[in-house]
């Protein structure tokens, strides 16, 4: 069962989790398309301003996510794959909703982009309350764009952060 799989802050010293993750990104659309070479996923994945959260099962890494709490989009959810067999059996929305409960003691706004030629992960952003606020016309690539997505429970000035 996926609740058997715990998600965990991986350090900064994980390297090998971090390939692990790089792994998942060079089989996975967006990363595909991209063209993006894995040792700049290895970059994307270390970069301190995002925390890398993994969710493991016996065969290692099943999913991650890198979540990035500082700059002007806080709540941005950088990063998100899963494992090619653990795909359609809402490991992805496990690791959202664990983003979100992150996110929203801290601020009302959480932010995912996703590239237009990913329908299927744009379906799941928007069953699970996220609406594009905004569109990047050939951002990451020539020819595509990315689509910025919100998530919110109100306003930044109505918003109260709980006490930590």
Not at 78 to 83: E, K, P
Not at 112 to 137: C, D, Q, W
Request: net charge neutral; aromatic share 10%; proline share 6%.
């Amino acid at each position: 069962m996926l609740e058997d799989f715990p998600i965990r802050l991986a350090g900064m010293d994980a390297l090998p989790e971090r390939e692990a993750c790089a792994d998942i990104m060079c089989g996975t659309t967006p990363w595909t398309t991209y063209g993006m070479p894995r040792e700049r996923m290895l970059n994307v994945l270390g970069d301190p301003t995002g925390d890398l959260y993994i969710a493991g099962d016996q065969g290692g890494v099943a999913g991650f996510m890198s979540l990035c709490m500082t700059g002007p989009f806080v709540g941005y959810l950088r990063v998100l794959a899963v494992r090619d067999d653990m795909r359609g059996k809402g490991l992805g929305t496990r690791l959202i909703r664990h983003a979100e409960s992150l996110v929203f003691p801290r601020t009302p706004n959480m932010f995912i982009m996703v590239a237009s030629f990913n329908p299927k992960a744009r379906a799941l952003y928007e069953r699970l309350g996220y609406a594009v606020v905004g569109t990047f016309v050939n951002y990451a690539i020539k020819g595509h764009d990315e689509l910025l997505l919100r998530k919110t429970s109100g306003s930044l000035m109505d918003f109260c952060p709980e006490q930590t």
